[in-house]
């Protein structure tokens, strides 16, 4: 089975088990993938079949070893299958592995996020999705109100009301619309371009007494990574309160990653303010399907059993997810952050150097530790608008020279990097000697090749 290298070079008999599993895989489900970005629709090519994973390294079927940014599109906050978490999880899985009854980690997970972050409470759901879909319907609930501001951009999973201008899967796909959900499901989502307060002031003059909650990414990276301009998250809290209206913060994200608060850790924190409600996901399930949704005690009390809203869940609070992502918290301490932290700052250097080096054109954007690189364009990117106004063709040639050099970039020019702490010496100089001649490959890309 492998035919690969392990020094990262990969040929191109090198991905003849990925394109066989991937020729199966197209004929028993659609796009040949269980969630579209997978699918290289954005860059072309096979993607490659993933059998193994160990602090920042992939290892494909053919046996090639990659290093990656992708972290299972953020869980792997501390590489993947930290010895720990794997520990844990496997004394969990002995002592079963779903009650469907009260059980203790997930009090202790909900402690736990409750302890970090400003939210009275919390209830555990198992994806992202479900968090921003019952967070909406609990404001609606709360506010007796139906419309909800979203940004352009802005990707809160695939919630029928939210997926209007939705950023990066959808852009990807180029899907114009969203087909399958009714017009009078998004005749309550007003959506307003991102960081600007002009638009949002108008949305509350013309709606005000109709808006049930604003809901924004805390800091945007499903349209690349476009952090709120000072005071933005500050402003949307004030704005939503001074008219009734709730403030739900998505931290699905960047919650757990930025810093141990989330990025509310780098705003709010600081300014003084807290959302109403937030959204949790990704790292606090430690690669399990674990995510949540909390925040004011008095909303979070009109939840069944304590209140009218329904929300339920045959796998909500599931002991192995919990339990994984327990551990993945505690070990998220100061030191990983630092470490996290550190590995992007490097790496965000690395790639400017080179791609600068090469003569193209572009802009590394982050939010902490979190980044993506807009290329060929020359101004910070403050919105959706012009984060799509990018030559994402370039990042297409410099995505497949990194990947034959075994590195395992985001597939899309619209999806933010992930860096964990266990991105280390090694990777960081397996990084280095791919980007030179990737970032000679954007410089050489043609537009025409889009
Ligand atoms: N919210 C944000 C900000 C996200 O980035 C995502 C997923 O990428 C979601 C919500 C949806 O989470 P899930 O994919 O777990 O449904």
């Known amino acids: 089975m492998s035919l690969g290298l392990d020094n990262g070079a990969v040929t191109a008999d090198s991905t003849r088990a990925s394109e066989a599993w991937f020729d199966r895989a197209v004929r028993v489900s659609p796009g040949g993938v269980n969630s579209p970005v997978r699918a290289f629709r954005a860059v072309g090519g096979t ?37 720990d978490v794997v520990a844990a999880v496997t004394a969990a899985v002995q002592r079963g592995t779903s009650y469907g009854t009260p059980s203790t980690p997930e009090v202790e997970l909900a402690e736990e996020i409750v302890a970090r972050t400003p939210v009275d409470q919390v209830r555990l759901v198992s994806s992202g999705t479900e968090a921003t879909m019952s967070a909406v319907r609990l404001a609606r609930g709360f506010t007796g109100r139906d419309l909800v501001v979203k940004f352009a951009g802005c990707y809160h999973g695939h919630v029928d009301a939210l997926l209007a201008e939705a950023g990066s899967g959808v852009v990807t796909l180029g899907i114009p619309g ?29 709606y005000g007494d109709r808006i049930a909650a604003v809901i924004t990414e805390a800091a945007p990276g499903n349209m690349g990574v476009v952090p709120p301009v000072p005071g ?3 402003f949307l809290a004030e704005t939503s309160r001074s008219h009734g209206a709730l403030f739900i913060s998505d931290e699905v994200m960047t919650g757990f990653r930025i810093t141990a608060a989330g990025h509310w850790g780098l705003d709010g924190a600081v300014e003084g303010w ?41 796998l909500s609070g599931n002991p192995v997810a919990t339990t994984a992502g327990l ?24 790639v400017g150097e080179a791609l600068t080096s090469a003569g193209v054109a572009h802009v590394v954007q982050n939010a902490g530790n979190l980044f993506s690189v807009f290329w060929g364009v020359t101004e910070a990117v403050h919105d959706f608008a012009a984060a799509q106004q990018q030559e994402s063709w370039r ?8 990947l034959d050099a075994g590195v395992y970039l985001p597939p899309s020019s619209f999806e933010a990097w992930f860096v964990s702490a266990s991105h280390d010496d090694e990777a960081l100089s397996r990084m280095s000697e791919a980007l030179p001649g990737a970032a000679r490959a954007a410089a050489a890309a043609d537009e025409g090749n889009r």
């Open 327 to 350: 551990t993945t918290l505690r070990l998220a301490d100061a030191d990983a952050y630092a470490r996290i932290d550190g590995a992007s700052s490097v790496v965000r250097d690395l």
């Open 47 to 83: 993607p490659r079949f993933i059998v193994r994973a160990e602090g920042p390294w992939l290892t494909d079927a053919d046996g090639n070893r990659l290093l990656d940014f992708v972290g299972s599109w953020g869980p792997a906050l501390l590489g993947h299958a930290h010895p």
């Open 274 to 314: 807290r959302p109403d409600l937030m959204t949790f996901g990704k790292v606090m399930g430690g690669g399990f399907p674990a995510a949540a949704f909390g925040g004011r005690r008095d909303v979070m009390a009109l939840l069944a059993p304590s209140g009218p809203v329904y929300q339920a869940g045959t």
């Open 232 to 234: 933005f998250n500050e």
């Open 178 to 206: 969203t087909p399958g959900v009714p017009a009078h499901v998004t005749a309550d989502t007003v959506v307003l371009p991102y960081n600007d307060r002009a638009a949002v002031t108008a949305a509350f003059e013309a």
């Open 395 to 402: 990042f297409r040639a410099f995505f497949h020279a990194m």
